[in-house]
């Protein structure tokens, strides 16, 4: 029955939250989830177990350095220990049915690759 939503703003449901907030699915109220991204949310996603999967424009949120992408705590709204360390913007985070996580947006991976020797 929980809305959450993310964006560009600073007070929503009358309470200030900024970037990010889960309201009241009949009133509208936002409730003391508050992780604080110091930047917007853009995409949110919520995994099976509850934990909320965010990605946006922040730097920090739920109490902890996460650059642009974050796994939050339902409960207290503090990051855990999932930390991919994006290096600029995720525009979508998606889910798949096993469990595994996407991203797309403006960063940058960096793959190691091994070298095989042939005779």
Known sequence: GKILVGGEFTNIGG???SGLARLDGITGSADSFDPS???YVQSIVVQNDGKILVGGFFGHIGGQT????ARLDPVT???DSFDPNANLFVYEVMIQTDGNVLA???FT???RSQSNSHS
């Not at 996460?66 to 992408?69: D, E, H, K, L, T």
């Open 66 to 69: 996460r650059n642009y992408i």
């Open 15 to 17: 309470q200030n939250r």
């Open 37 to 39: 991204p110091d930047r």
């Open 104 to 106: 797309c947006g403006l």
């Open 109 to 111: 991976l960096k793959f």
């Open 77 to 79: 709204g503090l990051a």
